[in-house]
């Protein structure tokens, strides 16, 4: 199997298992988790500062998850990846945080993965999510956090000992909540370059297309508030969306938007770019149909092919781990 032929089947195992546990449980989001797979699947994979065996590493990198709606998303990517569960106490357990048995009980009473993410309740949960706007808030007060530790920790020859980016992937509800307005005019006005929002452009609210109550030019926005905007065109174009990133860590100055164009329900035959893929279950027949069109077993429920963990581990897990394990290092030397 070719490395794009693994990055196909990783990204179309994170939307099965969505469709599944949205399905099973007869209700959720299934068109965003569809749709902005492979966004998640490249920052996870390729860029994120992350250890899944250590989720409260001090100088990770935060995931803020603002479409809460979307859980699936992140419960699905922290299944594949490995993220240990964390105690209350901020110890790690050993015990997965989301197993496959917590995903197939989405939710659901006592899950450890309810309907929009909780912080405290599943570990590798950054902040609680659902409201839309309060993430992508949350994550302008991260990156603040972020620059005012380094300001304090941070000495010459040891400027990595606190250098953690912030990503918040957000959608056209956070672009419409005034919240959301007045936390990126504070991070374009203090320039914090630790930070980019993913703005998934979907055209789609859970009412109909967003023509109906919203047509602003955002890009023209965020410039104007300070920011450095980039666009992809294409979801599933991994190279573009390598690109954006590496645009956003290369930019020292300012926050970085990158708008991100999707088609909700990626896949879908009957509710592909329609407000059905929004709130509501695809349908048995309709989730059948959407793993023909991805070539998966029709009837195959929480299938996760051969290969697919180890190459996460091979990714995420690998060099989270070495990034880890050589700041524990430094942190040494810091010390001495």
């Known amino acids: ?17 969505s469709m599944d546990a949205i399905q099973q449980a007869n209700s959720g989001h299934p068109g965003t988790p569809m749709a902005l797979a492979p966004v998640a699947y490249c920052l996870w994979q390729r860029f994120l500062r992350f250890d899944p065996q250590d989720p409260i590493w001090p100088n990770r990198d935060r995931f803020v998850l603002s479409i809460g709606h979307a859980s699936m998303l992140l419960y699905s990517l922290s299944h594949l990846t490995g993220v240990k569960a964390v105690s209350k106490d901020y110890e790690t357990l050993g015990e ?43 994550s302008v007060g991260m990156a603040i956090a972020g620059r005012w530790m380094a300001a304090q920790f941070n000495r010459p020859g040891f400027d990595e000992v606190i250098n953690f980016n912030v990503y918040a992937l957000c959608g056209d509800g956070c672009m419409m909540e005034g919240i959301s307005h007045e936390a990126a005019s504070l991070a374009g006005h203090l320039g914090l370059s630790n930070l980019c929002w993913i703005y998934d452009n979907n055209h789609i609210t859970i009412e109909g297309n967003t023509a109906l109550a919203f047509s602003e030019d955002v890009a023209t926005r965020f410039i ?35 708008i991100v164009d999707s088609h909700i329900a990626y896949g879908a035959p009957n509710k592909q770019d329609t407000s059905a893929a929004h709130g509501e279950p695809l349908g048995e027949e309709e989730v059948r149909l959407t793993k023909r069109n991805y070539g998966w077993p029709e009837d195959a429920k929480f299938h996760i092919p051969d290969g697919v963990y180890e190459h996460f581990r091979q990714g995420i897990g690998a060099r989270g781990k070495t990034l880890r394990d050589a700041w524990f290092t430094r942190i040494k030397e810091y010390r001495s």
């Not at 490395?3 to 939307?15: A, E, F, P």
């Open 1 to 17: 199997m070719t490395g794009k032929q693994m990055d196909q089947l990783c990204i179309n195992t994170i939307r099965t298992l």
């Open 96 to 138: 997965p945080s989301v197993p496959l048995e917590a995903i197939k009980r989405f939710r659901q009473l006592g899950s450890r993965c309810p309907g929009h993410p909780e912080y405290r309740w599943t570990s590798g949960i950054e902040t609680t999510t659902g409201p839309l706007g309060q993430g992508v808030t949350n």
């Open 224 to 258: 104007a508030y300070g920011w450095n905007v980039t666009r992809v065109g294409d979801a599933n174009d991994l190279e573009m969306l390598e690109r954006a990133f590496r645009t956003f860590q290369k930019t020292a100055d300012r926050p970085t938007l990158i």
